[in-house]
């Protein structure tokens, strides 16, 4: 990939220059060292050699001048470090000066310590080693021929005797330096020292450098593994936290973008002749470009590998044959694409592709990466497709129960008030047989007319009505005090004892029809499943954001292996069931359904013979979003 290998050509550039910027320090700190090393000798020789006979003033005139170009140096790099663009060209320069200035000084030092005879020379050895780890190999022979020359040089001005020749000891040397064959001689064994030094020391560095690009390599293809598994990670975490279709394509074009490192993803999906994908979601496309049109299998032969079950790189959208809209994608800036089949377990779903400004954009390492994430991606697709299938039957479900129970309810509403005339004795007087089973007809007409009633709120919860109703700010408290006056006349008569503690001005965002259900289902449960002479009790609070309702009763109470079923539709616990015949067990399901809808939760908590306490909370709300 284009921007891995820039990465990877950067870094290592980076790790030559910080090497570059310690060496030169480095450099400097040892330099220190041969300064007053300089100075050590001239002091040696002065002082206690008494026998050698060169003059010990040049020396310690080359020592100084060391530490005082060096004094210069470390100034220089400490300007150079403190600048915040370092530009590595200087320090580069930085360093190649002071091998030249080190040079100078080694030079006069060789001639002042006996030039050809010097024991000094071996130390250009060591400068050949600093600049095979400094520099390339070419400069590092260019540095071994220039100390030759620079070698040779000295030997030959003090053969010609342009340069006064220093004798270290007295008389023995004296014939040496004009020995021509003895100076070519050293001359040649110095420059085969060199090279071959340089030869050794620059191979040595430069394999050194190749297998410390190889690790950094190494280690940048192990940071963008565990990158890419991270961010794969984290798109299965993000799509598989929802079901709704449209949330999982939106964040997987997303999560696919910022993975591979693109400007643009699409997810293209088949339509339902299986002959034409469209756009299902886009991320970084022009609305123009995103909504060019479909893809239509046939006349896309790349489509349709990629549809097979191949990830196809298109490294150059401008030579690429089998694109259906190849003008609009250069149009857009695009110039290469990845694109990998999405697959659910009954075929092919569609395609997601990524989209490259830059040509060649995509590796094979990206086509693989790109099929995991498609692979993950598709099954997080199926289950929302399923998901969104399942919705779709519950709505025709409760469409169908909503038309029939609203067809059935004006004829039982009719039957109600027919019987009951015929129970008021209008149509003819009715014996006492009569009377009993007009009772009992009525009684289930009433049953009848309830479970219509439920049905149709049940059904019109589901099939999105309540949805679309405005919410508007609801009183809790209001609604909760009309409920409870409600069933004043009820409990009395079951000699059941209220106790009511509510906090006023109790907002909630709801509808009023929604939160009466609610409330009159709660009470009317702890109503009916309250035996004679019990009690119930009623407590609004709030808790800064949240109003908290309690429903509580010392009623029959519920099985505790019943409260996992209680709020689904037409479930009864065995003992409700056994002890009050009436009940259709759609209650709670719809007054759920309404809490739920309207933001809030609700909970159980019961002790069998002991009683039940329902307990809603809502999201407090004082106004509404205009
Ligand atoms: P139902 O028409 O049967 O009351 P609901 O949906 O309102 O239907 O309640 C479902 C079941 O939950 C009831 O049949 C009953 O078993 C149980 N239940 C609800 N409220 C209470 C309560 N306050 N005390 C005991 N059981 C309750």
Same mark, same amino acid.
């Given at each position: ?153 000295? =030997? ?87 079901? #709704? ?223 679309? #109703? ?76 949240? =109003?908290?309702? #309690? ?17 689904? #539709? ?57």
């Amino acid at each position: 990939m284009e921007s891995t290998s820039g990465h990877k050509t950067e870094s290592v550039t980076l790790l030559v220059q910080a090497e570059l910027v310690n060496s030169v320090a480095w450099l400097i700190n040892i330099r220190w060292l041969a300064g007053v090393g300089v100075l050590g000798v001239a002091w040696f020789i002065d002082v206690v050699l008494l026998r050698l006979a060169i003059s010990v003033l040049p020396l310690y005139l080359i020592g100084i001048t060391i530490l005082a170009y060096n004094a210069v140096f470390r100034f220089v790099l400490q300007r150079l470090l403190r600048n915040e663009s370092r530009d590595i060209r200087q320090f580069d320069q930085l360093a190649k000066t002071q091998i030249a200035f080190d040079w100078v000084a080694m030079t006069a030092l060789i001639h002042f310590s006996g030039g050809i005879t010097s024991p000094i020379t071996f130390y250009f050895f060591f400068h050949i080693v600093i600049a095979a780890m400094l520099f390339t190999q070419r400069a590092t022979f260019a540095y071994a021929a220039t100390a030759t020359l620079l070698f040779g040089a000295t =030997a030959w001005l003090e053969y010609t005797g342009v340069l006064p020749h220093v004798s270290i000891l007295p008389g023995q040397d004296a014939a040496l330096f004009r020995d021509p064959l003895y100076s070519l001689g050293v001359v040649v064994f110095f420059a085969s020292t060199m090279f071959v030094a340089a030869y050794l020391a620059s191979t040595i560095s430069a394999r050194l450098r190749k297998r410390e690009t190889q690790v950094i390599d190494l280690s940048q293809n192990l940071q963008r593994a565990y990158g890419r598994l991270q961010t794969l990670y984290e798109a299965a975490e993000a799509v598989n936290s929802t079901l #709704e279709l449209d949330q999982v394509l939106d964040r997987l074009v997303q999560r696919t973008a910022h993975a591979l490192n693109v400007r643009a993803c699409s997810i293209r999906l088949l339509d339902e002749t299986g002959a034409r994908l469209y756009v299902a979601a886009s991320y970084g496309l022009s609305e123009t470009y995103a909504t060019k049109g479909d893809l239509l299998l046939e006349q896309n032969p790349l489509a349709k590998q990629v549809l097979a079950g191949k990830a196809i790189i298109t490294g150059d959208v401008r030579t690429e044959t089998g694109l259906q809209y190849p003008t609009q994608a250069i149009t857009e800036g695009i110039l290469s694409m990845l694109s990998a089949p999405l697959a659910g377990k009954r075929g092919a779903l569609g395609l997601i592709r990524a989209y490259g400004d830059g040509l060649n954009h995509f590796t094979p390492a990206d086509a693989e990466f790109l099929m995991a994430i498609a692979r993950e991606g598709s099954i997080a697709i199926e289950n929302a497709m399923a998901y969104r299938t399942l919705n779709q039957i519950d709505e025709m479900k409760s469409k169908f129960v909503l038309t029939v129970t609203h067809e059935l309810r004006s004829p039982v509403g009719v039957i109600q008030s027919l019987l009951r005339t015929m129970q008021a004795g209008y149509i003819g007087t009715l014996t006492p047989a009569q009377q009993e089973t007009m009772a009992r007809i009525l009684h289930r007409a009433d049953f009848l007319q309830t479970l219509i009633d439920d049905l149709l709120d049940l059904a019109a919860g589901k099939s999105q009505l309540v949805q679309r #109703e405005g919410h508007v700010i609801v009183r809790l408290d209001e609604a909760v005090a009309r409920v409870a006056n409600r069933f004043e006349i009820p409990m009395q008569e079951k000699h059941i004892t209220l106790k009511s503690n509510c906090e006023k001005n109790v907002t909630i965002a709801a509808t009023e029809a929604g939160v009466d259900r609610i409330l009159n289902n709660l009470v009317s449960n702890a109503v009916k499943y309250t035996p004679d002479g019990g009690r119930v009790s009623i407590k609004l609070s709030t808790n800064g954001t949240g =109003a908290n309702l #309690e429903i509580a009763d010392t009623g029959i109470g519920i099985p505790e292996e019943s409260l996992p079923q209680l709020f689904q #539709e037409f479930y009864r616990a065995p003992n409700a069931k056994a002890q009050v015949s009436q009940g259709t067990g759609l209650g709670l399901a719809i007054t759920k359904d309404l809490v739920t809808h309207f933001g809030g939760h609700i909970a159980v908590q019961s002790k069998i013979g002991q009683g039940t306490s329902f307990c809603v909370t809502f999201p407090i709300v004082v106004d509404l979003p205009i």
